[in-house]
């Protein structure tokens, strides 16, 4: 679903307590504030409700009155909150390596408005790709990795992602590991995609591997990162069915086509404030 070009986002999460909904639901009443979406979650096993609200202000919203209102009523239930407002476009920046295909979708879906977002510099350990970044006049910055020195690597990352304002980073199909800093310093600001096998296989040619072993369903997940390998909270995922007939060309090439669409579904998620880090996973509303 698309979100209204005016309309507000109001996300927050705390305790399972008694009263939660109407806390929110009756204090945007009171602000006049009408209701064009909204969700919620209570978790009975980690005792939190998560809950998002779309509204819109015909006569226009005193922001700051409205955050120092609501972070009144917010302290009965030790709540957390965000207020994002309409037209919010997130500075992203966005990692490669050689392949294309995840770069490509989601610089098509900026450009035609589906990803509101302003990716403002591409990074690569690789040179291949900055074409495509100049061809959308989008800086590119080429870090060549020395096995002998990774941090001086991703010190040059780090910079840029600091001088840019990014407050996303997108790892479409960066094939390097992260350093534990770098993994804690993009906590819950960095979304990774990769294949999703069963059974997994690690390692070089991983399609390869699966077409050996006759699967009969190829897909992928996007997930932030942590210092676990491919183990961070789940955003999005998405599988489809194979058979005898796919050759490992026909693995690869449905692979990318699931890349594509699920790192952007997650990114997307992402940008309109849909995602709630609820310890190892997450609250998708």
Request: hydrophobic share 40%.
């Amino acid at each position: 679903m698309s979100r209204a070009p005016d309309t507000w986002i109001l996300t927050a999460d705390c305790p399972s307590v008694l009263g939660t909904v109407d806390a929110v639901t009756r204090f945007l009443f009171e602000q006049g504030c009408y209701v064009t979406e909204h969700h919620s979650f209570d978790d009975r096993l980690s005792g939190r409700f998560f809950i998002r609200v779309e509204f819109r202000q015909p006569d226009g919203l005193d922001e700051q009155g409205f955050r120092q209102g609501l972070a009144e009523r917010a302290k009965a239930f030790a709540m957390n909150f965000e207020l994002t407002a309409p037209h919010y476009r997130p500075k992203v920046v966005i990692m490669v390596s050689k392949a294309d295909h995840c770069l490509n979708d989601l610089l098509y879906r900026q450009r035609i408005g589906q990803l509101p977002m302003d990716v403002v510099a591409v990074v690569s350990n690789h040179p291949d790709l900055k074409p495509l970044a100049d061809w959308h006049q989008i800086p590119y910055h080429h870090f060549p990795l020395d096995p002998n020195d990774k941090p001086s690597q991703e010190r040059q990352v780090w910079q840029v992602i600091e001088e840019s304002g990014a407050e996303l980073v997108i790892l479409a199909r960066y094939m390097q590991v992260l350093s534990p800093e770098l993994c804690r310093k993009l906590d819950g600001k960095a979304i990774n995609i990769h294949h999703s096998l069963l059974p997994g296989f690690k390692g070089a040619k991983p399609y390869h591997q699966a077409y050996n072993k006759g699967v009969k369903l190829v897909g992928a997940t996007a997930h932030y990162i942590n210092n676990d390998l491919d183990e961070g909270p789940i955003i999005a995922q998405g599988v489809e069915v194979v058979d005898h007939s796919y050759y490992p060309e026909d693995l690869i090439a449905k692979g990318r086509d699931i890349e594509g669409l699920t790192l952007a579904r997650a990114v997307g998620y992402h940008i309109e404030r849909r995602v709630f880090l609820n310890g190892n996973r997450t609250v998708v509303l």
